[in-house]
């Protein structure tokens, strides 16, 4: 099975937006990360579901030094994001880059 790799570009918190169409991304899969910055990342990709079971996932990891750099890659079939998928960063100079399909 192919798939077209998509890139979100985030450098504040908040609902991370498609680098090319500026749509908000949703109901996808995460593939790989790259974070720069010092504190505690997290990005979450959930949602309730009429019955009340929360689906979707969170990713936290943690930059523990100014000369960090993180690059993360998930094989097979990435993380299942369900929802609006939004990130929050520690400090106001570290970015996520987003590789999602």
Known sequence: MTTN????FVSTSGDAVDAASGK?????????????GV????IAGTSTDPFGTV???IIKFTNT????ST???YSDN???M??????????????VTLYYG
């Not at 790799?5 to 979100?8: A, D, I, K, T, W």
């Open 82 to 95: 369900t929802g609006t998928v939004s990130v929050a960063l520690p400090v106001s100079a570290a970015t």
């Open 39 to 42: 504190g505690d990342f997290i």
């Open 65 to 68: 030094t100014a000369n960090d």
């Open 24 to 36: 908000a991304v949703k109901d996808t899969r995460i593939r790989a990360i790259h974070a720069t």
């Open 55 to 57: 689906t979707g996932n």
């Open 78 to 80: 990435g993380i299942r």
């Open 71 to 73: 690059d993360q890659y």
């Open 5 to 8: 790799l998509r890139v979100s």
